[in-house]
């Protein structure tokens, strides 16, 4: 079962005032309803691939209209989909346009939306949740990018949503595809705010506890990448030193080094995989007088500016 599915299970199971009731169904339909006209009359349908969102209508619609309902259910053969529920109504359809705003003054249907419907900041929610039961979709929280989505069939009707979504400080925003427009959260955390304004808690702990878990993995990764890649340079740093220091006790003779020299020579032959910061902690066992980091660093660049003399020497002689 995908994530998608188990925030519209928790969200079909939450109650509202009847003012909520009126904006969650106005949305249900907006965003799954459609409308037929035959010779019986006007009819509104809505339909979903959900069984639960399809229970959650026709409870809503009992409620605040009770009036019958034909509920019937097709296969999806292309994709091997599941079963296609569609719920029609054929009763007070003029009183249910009028009442859900589904149908604008110049006659279209399921674009404009009045204010009346989401004026109260418990409604606002309440739309937003049943717009994503009609026809939202959310990546688990395991994967690599974060991305809920709900459809829209207008660009009008996107605008909508995403005038609400915004009241809560979501950046929501809109694209259009093949089946129309679309209004998408990308950030994980407008995400969470999203799944928090709606009432889906459980589904917000499982999507915050799963991103924190992916997060620190990532961020241990880092932390390994990182070490590797400093093991790397100070291996590659050691084994320069080493040859420039062969290259200098090739051509020079012991008392041609300085001391300050051999004793950066001794503790590099002695230790050759070790970093700056080993040698200095060995320093402490086998010299007089302990070497600091910085004292290592400047003797081996000493070490590499006299492996270089030498060599230009070489070839100039």
Known sequence: MSFSTDVKTE?????????????????????????????????????????GVIRKAVSLIKSLYSVEITLTSKKQIKFKKHDMYVIRIDQSVNRILQELSLMGRDGIF?????????????????YLRGAFLAGGSLNRPETATY?????CFSEKQA???????????????????KRGFIVYLKEAEKIADFL???GATQALFMFEDNRIKRDFKNSINRVINCDIANERKALDAASQ???????????????QITKS???????RKKYPESTLLELS???????KEPLSKSALNHRFRAIRDLANRLQIEEEHS
């Open 11 to 51: 969200l079909t199971h939450l109650s509202n005032a009847n003012c909520c009731n009126r904006a969650e169904l106005s949305a249900l339909f907006h965003i799954g309803g459609s409308m037929e006209l035959n010779s019986e009359g006007l009819h509104v349908l809505f339909q979903s691939s959900h069984l």
């Open 110 to 126: 399921f674009q404009d939306l009045s204010p009346e419907i989401v004026s109260n900041d418990c409604c606002k929610r309440a």
């Open 147 to 151: 991305h809920l989505e709900i459809q």
């Open 159 to 177: 605008h909508s949503l995403m005038h609400i979504a915004n009241h809560y400080e979501l950046k929501a925003k809109i694209a259009k595809n």
């Open 196 to 198: 928090r304004v709606t």
């Open 241 to 255: 030193q080493l040859s420039h220091i062969k290259l200098i006790e090739d051509k020079l003779k012991p008392n």
């Open 261 to 267: 020299m051999q004793e950066a020579i001794f503790l």
């Open 281 to 287: 902690y060995a320093s402490q066992e086998f010299l």
